[in-house]
């Protein structure tokens, strides 16, 4: 007979295990639950940022302080607050805040945020703007490297196959946790968790950046390392990525931690996918917000490409991509970029122009048109519904009695709040009538989609589109509308009101006051000319070439290399080439006993031809990148061969985005192919223009040359292949040019530039400021003159300083003008 009591407890035994092991398969296959280090302060779910108990809709603009006079950051603020924003984003370069290679991971000596750290001040406690920053380590941007220090490619193992950086190769983690451990130490008295409630600070911040566009082993590793940094720092708020897979619904114990955004960069009538990826995107991730880190402001501008004023991104474009993102269940949007700036002294990626204008909102000169407008519309409409439009559902949704091109969706607060939204997708032609929208019918996508990436290609996106249903389930809604071509609107009706009783958002905005008239532009009649003192220049003797950065250049200056050889008499006949093992695809000119050498390769020697020079293999050590023909040029005994170094800028992309810069070898052969006669050089790491500070304002132009200019031709504003075309007579020259601006009225704010028709390549300087770099290609041609600059009512100095080009480096014409269409009227 079974003892009762021995069954019982055997049973209950029995029963204790099973029901353990059913949780711990249950709790396998849970996903780990978000953790909030100070939920009261900040957190998330589902639908929306918290803050400090308030839910927020996220409205932010991209605005880097590295790409903007710091004189000038309050003007930005001022108009990125007045626009209705909330938050501002920027990232956060490496490559800007270590500026000098150090001696090992170790080293943290050369670190300098100061610049950052009055930023933050000003954002957070002048302008009572949230924050959010992007310290990388890769930024893409169209910046120099992409952020990566160029002294960082002296660290690369040599058994290392394939790229490199963004990898996740120890060495390579190593270094980018020395630079997160920095960043974020710096950072952490700047979060909203560390500031006394009501202050605001900084509330998100992101690793890696669009890391699904590299492919690599072992992405979680690194991810997870630069996670592990942050948090380590000190660093408690939220953590996000953007278009980065491993953390998109993440189950991994850290990696779900972080919550994953996306960049929508589409075509003009492509908004709609706005929507769907949203919704996608929010179906992904069911605990965290929809949020957009990259929401289209316009596009950047390529050397011998078109300039970002020419992009189809207009007013229209960039309120339907606001709204169509909002409709898909967006609680966050950064428009990149809301103010784009300027690639000072070069820092832009190579093959940039020096304008990062952007066709942005608030213009490289700081001046705001139609698409400002539409930027303070959105921002009212969600000041105004904040309270609702962060916690709703719905989506696109199907339409009855629509016609072509016409788009929409709803969406539902919580209080009953409905958000009609409607698009007219037609480039040129209006749409008006009655439409019934089917709430909880989602409308399947006509077509694919894409996003554009930073070659202007389109990148098919993979969107869970299955899905044919949202959770509204109210009666359908039939509306009176009227779009213009592309236009967009949402109408807002009141919990238990008829569509009759709503209102169409946005609002339409007061215009901008202009002044009635601008003052006359300034004709430059004359400039003072000369040929860099090469004799001047500060020459080191380096019998082995180092990269720039073995000696402390890692910015984007023009460079100096000399040798001095004896010769034969068989030798000058038999060594007729002159060739370059670099470090990288720059450009090199050569002086021969003082006469120019004949370039055999690369034929052309611009900006932009460098991703057709085998930009995704390295340069072999018996690869000669560049090479001349010195026939008839070398003399029997004492010889000078005198280069000029052009570095292109720091690739933000591909193997040159891994290497130094600098000569690694030249010298004299009898083959185009094998250097036969290596030579000992000597360097200076600038020209002597610079060492000799020809570039300050202060410098006499005694022992310059007077050449005028032609005051009657028209001056192109923009274009490629248009500069004039001069024979090139020497390596390295110099203008100097004085003018005088009237004085300034505070009642009216005038923006000035520069436009110039030149020959040759190289840096501009304004009262001793470098504005940027000069590429005769185009389609640049006018430049902006930051005001903070400018001397107004008394004298101002340019200088240029051009590396002759196979059209010399010649002025033609120059004026000063102020800015068509963007000056303010301020009573």
């Not at 592990?228 to 991994?252: H, N, Q």
């Not at 304008?355 to 608030?362: E, R």
């Not at 009101?497 to 215009?511: D, L, M, V, Y």
Request: some cysteine; overall charge neutral; charged content about 25%.
């Amino acid at each position: 007979m079974v003892n009762l009591r021995d069954w019982l407890r055997k049973g209950l035994i029995v029963f204790c295990n099973l029901f353990c092991l059913c949780s711990w398969v249950i709790n396998a296959e849970e996903k780990p639950v978000k953790e909030f280090s100070h939920p009261e302060r900040i957190r998330y779910d589902g639908s929306c940022l918290t803050i400090e108990g308030e839910d927020r809709f996220i409205y932010s603009a991209a605005f880097h302080y590295f790409r903007c006079p710091e004189e000038l950051w309050r003007d930005r603020f001022r108009k990125i607050k007045e626009a209705g924003f909330n938050t501002v984003e920027t990232y956060v370069p490496w490559n800007w805040h270590e500026r000098t290679m150090p001696a090992d991971v170790n080293d943290t000596a050369h670190f300098d945020f100061s610049d950052l750290r009055r930023w933050l001040s000003m954002a957070q406690n002048e302008f009572d703007l949230y924050t959010i920053v992007r310290p990388g380590p890769f930024i893409c941007a169209e910046f120099s490297g992409g952020a990566y220090p160029r002294w960082l490619a002296k660290f690369r193992p040599d058994d290392v196959k394939g790229l490199w950086l963004r990898s996740a190769d120890p060495q390579h983690v190593r270094w980018c946790v020395h630079w997160f451990d920095a960043v974020c130490k710096e950072l952490v008295d700047e979060q909203i968790t560390r500031k006394p409630k009501g202050e605001k600070g900084i509330i998100l911040i992101q690793i890696e950046n669009e890391y699904n566009a590299h492919g690599c082993a072992n992405k979680s590793e690194f991810l997870k390392a630069l996670y592990r940094s942050a948090r380590k720092s000190g660093m408690d708020i939220p953590v996000f990525s953007c278009l980065t897979g491993e953390c998109r619904g993440s189950s991994d114990k850290e990696l779900s931690q972080i919550f994953d955004c996306d960049n929508y960069y589409v075509g003009l009538s492509d908004a709609p996918s706005c929507a769907y990826r949203m919704a996608s995107l929010c179906r992904q991730q069911p605990d965290a917000p929809g949020f957009v880190t990259e929401l289209q402001g316009g596009w950047f501008s390529l050397v011998t490409g078109t300039l970002s004023e020419k992009h189809y991104s207009d007013a229209r474009h960039f309120q339907t991509i606001g709204l169509m993102t909002i409709l898909g269940g967006g609680t966050g949007i950064n428009y990149y970029m809301f103010f784009g700036g300027t690639h000072f002294a070069g820092w832009g990626a190579r093959g940039m122009t020096t304008s990062y204008d952007y066709n942005a909102a608030i213009r490289e000169c700081g001046g705001v048109g139609e698409k400002y407008l539409a930027a303070k519309g959105l921002g009212e409409f969600i000041r105004r519904f904040e309270p609702q439009l962060t916690r709703t559902t719905g989506g696109p949704c199907s339409l009855q009695g629509a016609p072509e091109g016409l788009f929409g969706g709803v969406r539902v607060a919580e209080d009953g709040t409905l958000f009609v939204f409607l698009h007219n997708t037609n480039q040129e032609q209006a749409l008006k009538g009655y439409v019934t929208l089917v709430p909880g019918k989602m409308a399947r996508p006509r077509e694919a989609m894409y996003n554009i990436d930073q070659n202007g290609k389109k990148v098919l996106m993979r969107v869970d589109s299955d899905q044919q249903e949202d959770s509204l389930s109210i009666a359908p809604i039939r509306v009176e509308y009227e779009l213009d071509a592309l236009g967009s609107k949402v109408l807002v009706i009141p919990a238990g009101k008829s569509a009759r009783e709503g209102s169409w958002w946005p609002k339409h905005q007061p215009a901008i006051k202009r002044p009635a008239s601008l003052p006359e532009s300034i004709r430059i009649a004359s400039v003072w000319r000369k040929e860099d003192d090469y004799a001047k220049a500060r020459w080191m003797v380096v019998p082995e070439l180092p990269s720039l950065s073995d000696v402390n250049v890692n910015d984007f200056r023009y460079s100096l290399y000399r040798a001095k050889v004896y010769l034969t008499k068989q030798q000058t006949e038999d060594e007729k080439y002159l060739l370059f093992n670099m470090f990288t695809r720059d450009i090199v000119s050569a002086c021969v006993n003082g006469k120019m050498a004949r370039r055999l390769f690369p034929d052309k020697a611009d900006a932009q031809t460098w991703t057709t020079r085998n930009c995704f293999d390295r340069i072999r050590p018996d690869e000669y990148d560049n090479r001349f023909d010195v026939s008839g040029m070398l003399q029997e005994g004492e010889n000078e061969i005198l280069v000029v170094y052009e570095n292109l800028g720091h690739a933000h992309g591909y193997v040159p985005m891994e290497e130094l810069a600098g000569i690694r070898k030249a010298g004299l052969s009898v083959s185009e192919t094998v250097l036969t006669h290596p030579l000992e050089w000597e360097l200076s790491v600038d020209v002597a223009g610079v060492t000799e500070k020809w570039i300050s304002p202060d410098c006499t132009s005694k022992g310059w040359t007077v050449v005028p200019l032609d005051t009657k031709c028209e001056i192109p504003r923009k274009g490629n292949g248009v500069q004039p075309k001069a024979m090139p007579d020497g390596l390295f020259t110099w203008y100097r040019l004085e003018f005088d601006l009237p004085k300034s009225n505070p009642a009216v704010w005038i923006p000035w530039l520069m436009r110039i028709n030149a020959s040759g390549n190289g840096y501009m300087w304004l009262n001793g400021h470098n504005i940027g770099r000069h590429w005769e290609a185009g389609p640049q041609r006018e430049y902006y003159l930051p005001e903070c600059w400018l001397n107004f009512g008394k004298k101002n100095v340019l200088v240029f300083g051009f590396r002759q080009t196979a059209n010399g480096a010649s002025v033609k014409a120059v004026e000063i003008a102020p800015y068509p269409d963007m000056a303010e009227r301020r009573d």
